[in-house]
């Protein structure tokens, strides 16, 4: 059980927007830390899609984009692409437990 | 470009121990922490533990104390993740990533690209 909650599987048709909720507790994303999304293609490592809740590196498509309210936050994905079939991981910090860095169990995205 | 390349895919034995490299290029190595993150097959990303580059200091997730040791070579600017005591269930892809910002606010970037080790009798 990973310690920050995300729907196993997400789908969408190409131009849809979709989101993809992580949520936690108030040891994590309701203690106000950060909420980072990663985005895994296939076969490849995470890559940083989204971090400090709501930002983008520098490359990361505006269709992406993250929100934070409470105990949860949210990825949005608009105008979905055959491309953006992957997984995302939604992670943040937890101050009650000796493993500070948590992460969502991971959600697999899949293009209709 | 800030780039993290690890070592090859390793099948080890129960019992037996695994070392895995990550080599940093393109930025400070002694500026960021380092942290290892592991994925089993079609599982989700755990967290194992950071490296401080600069003075070596460690910090382990309690499930691996006692088997994990991290260590760095700032002459090559490389790190390395060593887990003893292998068995069935570490069979994983293992990556390293460097950290950026703070500790409560940290966040992964670049991952290296994962080492598999398979543990197999």
């Known amino acids: 059980q990973s310690v920050l909650t995300q729907p196993p599987s997400v789908s969408g048709a190409p131009g849809q927007r979709v989101t993809i909720s992580c949520t936690g507790s108030s040891s994590n994303i309701g203690a106000g830390y950060d909420v980072h999304w990663y985005q895994q293609l296939p076969g490849t490592a995470p890559k940083l899609l989204i971090y400090g809740n709501s930002n983008r590196p520098s490359g990361v498509p505006d269709r992406f984009s993250g929100s934070k309210s409470g105990t949860s936050a949210s990825l949005a994905i608009t105008g979905l692409q055959a491309e953006d079939e992957a997984d995302y991981y939604c992670?943040?910090?937890?101050?009650?437990?000796?493993?500070?860095?948590?992460f969502g169990g991971g959600t697999k995205l899949t293009v209709l | 470009q800030v780039q993290l390349v690890q070592s090859g895919a390793e099948v080890k034995k129960p019992g037996a121990s695994v070392k895995v490299s990550c080599k940093a290029s393109?930025?400070?190595?002694?500026?960021?922490?380092m942290h290892w993150v592991r994925q089993a097959p079609g599982q989700g990303l755990e967290w194992m533990g950071i490296i401080n580059p600069s003075g070596g200091s460690t910090s382990y997730a309690q499930k691996f104390q006692g088997r994990v040791t991290m260590t760095r070579d700032t002459s090559t600017s490389t790190v390395y993740m060593e887990l003893s005591s292998l068995r069935s269930e570490d069979t994983a892809v293992y990556y390293c990533?460097?950290?950026?910002?703070?500790?409560?606010?940290?966040?992964?970037?670049?991952w290296g690209q994962g080492t598999l080790v398979t543990v197999s009798s």
């Open positions: 393109g930025y400070t190595f002694t500026s960021y922490y």
């Open positions: 990533a460097r950290g950026v910002g703070a500790k409560a606010v940290v966040r992964f970037d670049p």
């Open positions: 992670q943040s910090y937890d101050s009650s437990l000796s493993a500070h860095v948590v």
